[in-house]
């Protein structure tokens, strides 16, 4: 099975890397200064373990692969770029190509099921930071992080074992779900803090502000009828797998959105995450004041490329009052 991970950066390119190093076929789709540096020099991949470099296949888009009978796309772009990464796909593979979807949020795997015939979530709980080019990290060890999978919208296969197999290989440990989609509408209230750590620190994921995003968005869900992994099932699975630890002497900074506002990316997942829960809300007539307010600082931050931490989440939360 040949693995084309397309989107190398800090889920992409340590789940291309520690696939790499178990020895599967794998091919990263990754742009910019962060292609040439791996096409250079290798993609050096940074733990609590220690750090090496992997010369592993790297291409600028998907029509520079060199595709095999049995390829698996892992989608590993941002929600806000799935729409970009799917159109490049189509003029390059058949629609028949698995498309496994490690990526926050509950929209990709509808985007590509309107292109592609076996398509796959994946509930990613998996700690890593990617802020310069060539480089990403992995801050768990020895086990990198939970990559449990499932078909969308429900169900398993052949395919769903296959790739869980190759996940548990790869210092991951992967679990086949019939019900996915279940488990990522769970990790969804969870990454409704994602822009409260990013505008305000870490110390924010623990604030009233994000309890209170948090209890909309699990109205919103009751509201539509969506069922989602409780909070006692989802500490469960996670149990003590993950063990964040320093890598090159320092803790890990921040979570997905922080990294993209420590890079100046200029775009932010948090549509895709407050603003699924403000769309519920405005469809089952349930107040989202709070998920409104973040989508909102989210968008401005990454326009105006505000640094991570320029505000206080009590300052945030008077402004709803």
Not at 135 to 155: C, F, K, M, N
Not at 160 to 174: D, K, L, P, R, Y
């Amino acid at each position: 099975m040949q693995f084309v991970v397309l989107g190398a950066g800090a889920i992409g390119g340590v789940v291309a890397a520690r696939l790499f190093e178990a020895g599967h076929d794998v091919v990263a789709v990754a742009r910019g200064a962060h292609r040439e540096a791996m096409a250079a020099h290798g993609l050096e991949l940074r733990s609590p373990s220690g750090t090496t470099t992997l010369r592993l296949p790297v291409a600028s888009d998907p029509q520079s692969v060199a595709w095999a009978a049995d390829s698996v796309v892992l989608l590993a772009v941002k929600s806000q770029q799935t729409g970009a990464a799917l159109g490049s796909l189509r003029g390059a593979v058949a629609e028949t190509t698995p498309v496994v979807c490690l990526q926050n949020g509950v929209a990709n795997e509808g985007k590509a099921a309107r292109s592609f015939s076996a398509v796959y979530g994946v509930s990613v709980m998996c700690p890593t930071l990617h802020l310069e080019p060539g480089v990403v990290e992995a801050s768990s060890s020895p086990t990198t992080g939970i990559l449990d999978i499932g078909r969308y919208p429900s169900g398993r296969d052949a395919l769903a074992e296959a790739v869980a197999a190759a996940f548990s290989s790869a210092t991951f440990q992967s679990a086949v779900r019939d019900d996915i989609m279940r488990w990522k509408w769970s990790k969804l209230l969870t990454n409704l803090g994602n822009i409260i750590e990013a505008a305000c620190g870490p110390p924010g994921r623990r604030s009233a502000l994000a309890a209170l995003v948090r209890k909309e968005g699990e109205a919103c869900l009751r509201a539509a009828g969506i069922d989602f992994v409780s909070a006692k099932e989802d500490a469960e699975r996670r149990g003590d797998i993950l063990r964040v630890s320093p890598v090159s002497g320092r803790q890990r900074p921040g979570g997905s959105t922080w990294q993209s506002l420590a890079r100046g990316t200029g775009d932010i997942e948090t549509d895709f995450l407050n603003g699924e829960v403000a769309r519920l809300g405005a469809l089952h007539s349930v107040p989202t004041p709070a998920n409104e307010l973040l989508c909102a600082l989210g968008a401005e931050m990454a326009a105006r490329r505000v640094p991570p931490g320029s505000y206080a989440a009590a300052d945030l939360l008077a402004r709803l009052a």
